[in-house]
Every structure is written in C-alpha cells, then in structure tokens.
C-alpha cells in the first residue's frame, strides 16, 4: 500500500515521488524577492496574452518580503508585453519610488497602497481594465454561481459602490476602498472594473484575476440570451469555492502559465 503524503489540497497526489509543483521555501529573503520580481513580471505578460492591456492602465503589486512596507510594481506606460525584471520599481506607500527608474502609475499608487497598508496580511494586489470586466462592473452586482468556475468567487467577493466611475488619483479614493477587502479575494468597483488581491502570492493574485474576467464575459454572455441560468446551489457553490477557489489552488493554477512563459518569452528575465 502506497504511504500518503501530506497535502494541503485534493488536488495533490497522494502518491509521492510523481512530478507536481510544490510552493517554495527560501533560504533567504534575497531569495524570496528574486522569486516574487519573476513571477510579477510573468503575471504582467501573462495578462498580456489573455489581452487586459489597455493603454497605460492596470498595475499590479506584490510586497517585499524583507521591507513590507514597500511593494514591487510594473512601471508607469509600458506595456505588460515589455515588462521584465529590469524594469520593476519599489514603491512606497506615500507612492515614492524607492528603486527603479521609470515612474509609478498614480491610480495604481492610490489604489493599492491603500489596500496594502490596511491589510498587512494580503501580499499581492492586480487591477487592469479589462472589456468584460469593466462592462460587468457597470451592472453594479455581483457575479453569480452559474458554473463551477464562477462558484470559486461566491461568497468570496464584493461589489464596491465607493467612487464607482470616478478616477481614483486622490489618496482618499483609496481610503474608502481599502476596507472591502477584508477577506475576499476580489472585488467588482462599480463602472470601474476588476480588483483582486492575495495573501499567499502574485500567482494567485493574477490567476483569479484572469479567472474572474472570464466569468464576467460568462455571465455576460448567458444574460445576452435573456434566459434565467440554472445556478449552482449555495452547498454545492461552497464546496466548489473550498475545493478549487483556495489560494493555494490559484497558484497552482499559474504553474502552467508560467512554465509556459519560461519557454517562449526568456527576455522576462532581462
């Protein structure tokens, strides 16, 4: 009989010595960081593929591990094509510029600063606008369980109504922000677009981000028939959520991505 190995998910084979990803441990802070730049460069490119660019929009963040009060960022007006190692800043949260020579994107800077400051347990942060994204958002509602897919943000997400529409380039924009983020993992701001966050790592962060435009395109699509859809029921919603909607999951989710990035766009590492 086959000894079981310890497992943070179903999804984990219980038979050891077979192939599988396994979250990182690190020696050293250095270390750490070095990892975190890699895969925020790798997140940027990979919402460059699924197409959320959109001019010089979107930001996304990951903290420092040695200094969290600072966090690592793509820069101001280059695209998520072109982001890569070199080119990352460290910024603070009064939106100073600690490492790095291109500028921080303002909106970014008062978006998630906030968010970051106020909850010093979340460790990456993405936002973009995005065509589905942002069309759902002017709904003003929630996206609902209509699929296993969509049932991974159910209870696990809120629609923020605070300065929907309005750009948020005032630090106060993101004071009244920051507090919805109190356990979820996304956010929906109303005419605005998409928010989502992780306190496990950059990874899970872009992964549900990219999860939950998909969803929204999903929802928008079956409204568009004018057909009430069948939606997954509450227990099951949640059991769904538990299973595949964990943090955990939504990095394993990015090893793919990334492996695939690794191949085909080495200048990453530039």
């Not at 190692?85 to 500028?103: F, Q, R, T």
């Not at 995005?130 to 709904?139: I, K």
């Not at 966050?197 to 981000?209: M, N, P, T, Y």
Request: overall charge negative; glycine content about 8%; hydrophobic content about 45%.
């Amino acid at each position: 009989m086959l000894d079981k190995v310890k497992r943070e998910s179903i999804y984990q084979p219980e038979q050891p010595g077979l192939k599988f990803p396994e979250v990182p441990v690190f020696d050293t802070p250095a270390l750490e960081r070095r990892h975190r730049q890699e895969r925020l460069v790798a997140a940027c490119r990979a919402f460059a593929l699924e197409g959320l660019d959109y001019g010089f929009a979107g930001h996304l963040t990951v903290r420092d591990p040695e200094r969290p009060h600072l966090y690592w960022t793509n820069p101001m007006a280059v695209h998520f094509a072109q982001v890569n190692l070199s080119n990352l800043i460290l910024v603070d949260h009064a939106g100073k510029v600690v490492e790095g020579d291109y500028a921080v994107n303002r909106a970014g800077f008062v978006l998630h600063a906030a968010v970051h400051e106020a909850h010093p347990d979340i460790v990456a942060m993405c936002h973009a606008h995005t065509v589905y994204g942002v069309a759902f958002a002017a709904l003003g509602k929630k996206l609902e369980p209509i699929t296993q897919d969509a049932a991974v943000f159910y209870e696990d997400h809120v629609v923020i109504t605070a300065e929907g529409g309005k750009v948020a380039v005032e630090e106060g924009a993101g004071l009244k922000i920051a507090d919805w983020f109190k356990g979820v993992k996304a956010a929906i701001h109303q005419n605005h677009g998409l928010l989502t966050c992780s306190r496990h790592s950059i990874e899970a962060a872009a992964f549900w981000f990219i999860a939950l435009e998909r969803c929204c395109r999903q929802q928008l699509m079956i409204d568009a028939t004018g057909i009430a859809p069948k939606l997954v029921p509450p227990d099951k919603a949640r059991y769904s959520r538990e299973h595949v909607g964990s943090e955990y999951i939504g990095w394993l989710h990015f090893q793919p991505i990334w492996g695939r990035l690794v191949q085909t766009q080495p200048d990453m590492f530039d």
